[in-house]
């Protein structure tokens, strides 16, 4: 199974389109709420919406084109990513950046989604696959531009094909969330990235979309062992189970 040639990315819309990927139903791409998340998330990833900053609801409303409910909305699930803090009287603050949870949050990630990668490769339909192939599709001219929110789209598209193509719907619920906090951290090292490093990055992404691709299990967890930056020695395999 191969995956066949991408599209041209300028074709595209710039959202991330995780909500079905999280398996919630009710948060379908379509809906606006979801609209309203996936644009609220990926301002908060940039930092456009920083570390915490007090969050208007009205303010946020006018921002984003978009009414009170679905940024109420919004905000409850961002609040359980623990990507904002909602509280009593004080109202909601868009989360600090945490390095003990991040290292913890590396750590889940390095056992879940190696797994998940290799469930992807004996599991995911041929569209899913070819999911997973275009989400860095114009990549290298997003790299040449140094265009930061595409290539965050991108990433995180990424991630959420691969946990979706896992087919287990308990892994990606917890895989996604962790892999939106990751990339907060990711967009500080992408001024300090040569041209080369980041298309070497796209690249290694795409090795692993196409050992899924493939079938290949092993090679899928391997491939995205490289991504991670994870060696075979600081994870315990589990059994990938039919």
Known sequence: MSPLPAQDARSRMLVLDVCSSSGLEDWSPDLQKAKVYERI????????L????????????ARYEAGLAGVRDALGRLALEGLVIRRARSGTLVAPLDLVELRQGYEAR???EPHCAGLAARHASKAEAQAIFDAFEGGEEAARDRDL????????RFHAAVARASQNLSLARILIPLQHKAARFWVFSFNGATEAELLADIEQHRDVARV????????ARVAMMRVLNVTPEAVQRPPVQA
């Open 110 to 112: 390095a056992l879940i």
């Open 50 to 61: 920083a570390p915490g900053a007090r969050l208007d609801e009205q303010s946020l409303a």
């Open 212 to 219: 899924i691709a493939s079938g290949d299990v092993e090679g």
């Open 41 to 48: 998330l990926l301002d908060l990833i940039l930092g456009e």
């Open 149 to 156: 929110p595409l290539l965050v789209a991108m990433d995180q």
